[in-house]
C-alpha cells in the first residue's frame, strides 16, 4: 500500500513570496496553494457574453433589486 503524502501548509505571507515569483497563477486556500488553469481569448469572451446576458435576463425578473445591488448600481437607474 503506498503512502499517503502529507499536505503542506503556508502562512499567506508564504503564499504571496512565492505568487511573486511563480511562472503561473495559483489559488490558496485553508494553507494550501492549488495550481490553477490559465484563461485565453476565447474563454474571456465567453464568459464575459454569458455575465452580459445573465445580467439582462436579470433585469426583467423580480431578483432586478438584488442583481442592482450586487452590480453597484442604483435601484432608480434604468
Known sequence: MPAALTPTYYSAEEYLTLERS???KNEFRDGQIYAMTGSNR???LV???IGGELSLQLKKTPL???HEQYAGQS???G
Do not use: I, P
Request: proline share 0%.
Open 47 to 49: 464568459t464575459g457574453n
Open 42 to 44: 476565447n474563454h474571456n
Open 22 to 24: 511563480a511562472s503561473y
Open 75 to 77: 435601484s432608480r437607474s
Open 64 to 66: 432586478r433589486s438584488l
